[in-house]
C-alpha cells in the first residue's frame, strides 16, 4: 500500500474538477434556500442508537454498512450513514418544533460514511445535500421537495433523469399489506437469509436485484393495492400537484428504498447514464421516524441529493458547467522592487473584491507569464524596473495579446472597469 493512497472506497476531490462539487451543491442549495429552509448543520458522527433505532435495526445500512467505533469514554459512536435521522435529533433538541411555526424547514450539506463494496459511483464516503420539512402533514409539502431536486437538477442541465414516485402507505395499511407479502413469500423458495429478511422487514425483498427472486416475486401482492383511503387521497394529491408543477413522473410500485423510515410518499431520481448504481437522489416522507427515535409524532419529509453521482451524472451527459476561471488577474513582478510594488497592488485588488494571484518564487519572465496562463486569468499585470521608474505597470489581456501601460495609482480602478 502506497503513503500517498486514499483509503479504499474514497477519492480526493481536487481541482479544477473539484470546482464542479462546489457548483453542484450550490445549484441544489439554491433552489431550497430560496424556498424558505434554513441551514443545519450536526455533527459526522452520532450515537449508534440513533440510527439502529431510526434508520432500522434490518436495513443494510445498519447491519453492515455502519463505521462504528467505541470511544476512550466509552461511547458507541458511528460515523453518519444519512442525514434525516441527524437532523430530526438536532431539531428535537433545540426544540424547533415547538416555536409554533411548523414545519421546520432545513437544509444540508456534508460527508456520509457507508461501508460498501466499492464500485462505481458507489464510495464509502460521499458528499450529499439533503432537505427536510419537519412536522406538517401536508402533500404540498411533499410536491415542493420534489419540485425543488427536480428544479435544481435542471438548472444544472441534467435531462437524462426520471422521478420513480410510490407511496408506502401508512399505519394503519402497511400493516395488512406486509401481512399479505409475508404470507406470499412464505410460499416461495428463498434462501435462509431471504427468509429471515421476509419476517423482519419483508418490502425489501421486493428490491431484491436477483433475478431468480425477481422471477418468483412475479404475482406478489402490490401495496398500491392495499393503501387506505386517507394514503390514497394524499398520493392522489401529490401526483396532482406534481402534474400541475409539469414534473414529470413514473409511477413505481416497487421503488421501497433501502430505510426503513419511509411511509406514504417515496420517491428516487434515477439516471440514465450511470449504470446499475443510477439513483441520484431520493427520499419521501417520515411520519413515525420522531417517535421511533423517542420524540413526538411529527409527520416530515425530506430528500437527500448525492453530490458525487450528480457530478458523474453531469459527465455522463457531457456537460460542462460554466465555472468561472478561479483567478482574473495576476502578477508577474520582474524583480525585487516589482515583487514589493505588486504584491501590495494585488492585496488591494483582492480587497477590492477582484480575484487576483501572484507569480511566487522569484520566476524570470517566461516562467511567470506560463504561471499567469495556467491561472486562467483574463489579465496580467507586469512590472519591471522600468514600468516603475515611470509609475506604471503594463496590463495585458490574456486572450488578445494586446498590453498597454496603465498608472499604478489607477490600477485597480482600471482593472476593476475592465472586468465589469
Ligand atoms: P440514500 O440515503 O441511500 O437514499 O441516498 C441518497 C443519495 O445519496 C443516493 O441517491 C446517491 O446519490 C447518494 N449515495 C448514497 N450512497 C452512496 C454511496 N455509497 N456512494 C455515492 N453516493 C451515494
Redesign the pocket.
Known amino acids: 500500500m502506497s503513503t500517498f493512497q486514499a483509503p479504499k472506497g474514497t477519492y480526493d476531490l481536487i481541482p479544477p474538477r473539484s470546482a464542479t462539487f462546489l457548483a453542484v451543491r450550490d445549484a441544489i442549495s439554491t433552489p431550497v434556500k430560496n424556498a424558505g429552509y434554513g441551514y443545519i448543520e450536526t455533527p459526522g458522527f452520532e450515537n449508534v442508537e440513533l440510527f439502529s433505532r431510526g434508520v432500522g435495526e434490518s436495513t443494510d445500512?445498519v447491519t453492515k454498512e455502519m463505521y462504528t467505533l467505541t470511544t476512550k469514554g466509552n461511547d458507541y459512536l458511528a460515523l453518519r450513514p444519512?442525514?434525516t435521522a441527524s437532523v430530526l435529533r438536532a431539531a428535537l433538541q433545540a426544540n424547533l418544533h415547538k416555536q409554533g411555526n411548523l414545519p421546520v424547514k432545513l437544509w444540508y450539506s456534508g460527508s456520509?460514511y457507508?461501508y460498501?463494496r466499492q464500485q462505481a459511483?458507489?464510495?464509502?464516503h460521499?458528499?450529499?445535500v439533503g432537505a427536510e420539512a419537519i412536522g406538517a402533514e401536508d402533500p404540498a409539502l411533499d410536491a415542493e421537495l420534489i419540485i425543488l431536486a427536480d428544479q435544481a437538477y435542471r438548472t444544472l442541465g441534467l435531462r437524462n433523469f426520471r422521478i420513480l414516485l410510490n407511496s408506502l402507505g401508512d399505519k394503519e395499511c402497511r400493516p395488512v399489506y406486509r401481512e399479505a407479502l409475508q404470507t406470499f413469500l412464505r410460499g416461495l423458495d428463498l434462501d435462509e437469509e431471504t427468509l429471515r429478511r421476509a419476517e423482519i422487514n419483508p418490502l425489501r425483498v421486493l428490491d431484491d436485484k436477483r433475478a431468480d427472486v425477481q422471477k418468483q416475486l412475479v404475482g406478489a401482492p402490490v401495496l398500491t393495492d392495499y393503501l387506505c383511503d386517507a394514503c390514497k387521497t394524499y398520493h392522489a394529491e401529490v401526483r396532482e400537484l406534481l402534474t400541475a408543477a409539469g414534473v414529470a413522473f413514473e409511477d413505481d410500485v416497487k421503488l421501497v428504498?433501502?430505510?426503513d423510515y419511509y411511509t406514504r410518499t417515496t420517491f428516487?431520481?434515477v439516471h440514465g447514464g450511470l449504470g446499475s448504481?443510477s439513483?441520484?437522489?431520493?427520499?419521501g416522507r417520515y411520519d413515525g421516524l420522531s417517535e421511533m427515535i423517542g420524540g413526538p409524532a411529527l409527520p416530515s419529509v425530506g430528500?437527500?441529493?448525492?453530490?458525487?453521482?450528480?457530478v458523474l451524472a453531469l459527465e455522463a451527459e457531457g456537460i460542462e458547467l460554466d465555472v468561472p476561471s478561479a483567478t482574473s488577474v495576476f502578477a508577474v513582478p520582474l524583480g525585487e522592487e516589482a515583487r514589493r510594488v505588486l504584491f501590495g497592488k494585488i492585496t488591494e485588488l483582492r480587497k477590492a473584491g477582484v480575484a487576483a494571484d501572484f507569480s511566487y518564487g522569484g520566476k524570470g519572465l517566461k516562467g511567470a507569464m506560463k504561471d499567469a496562463n495556467r491561472s486562467g486569468a483574463r489579465y496580467a499585470v507586469v512590472a519591471g524596473e522600468r514600468d516603475l521608474a515611470e509609475g506604471v505597470v503594463q496590463l495585458k489581456d490574456m486572450e488578445s495579446g494586446e498590453q498597454e501601460p496603465v498608472a499604478l495609482d489607477a490600477l485597480v480602478e482600471a482593472v476593476r472597469a475592465k472586468l465589469a
Open positions: 445500512i444519512e442525514g456520509y457507508r460498501e459511483g458507489r464510495y464509502r460521499f458528499s450529499q428504498r433501502g430505510l428516487e431520481f448504481q439513483a441520484v437522489g431520493g427520499g430528500w437527500a441529493l448525492g453530490v458525487d453521482r450528480t
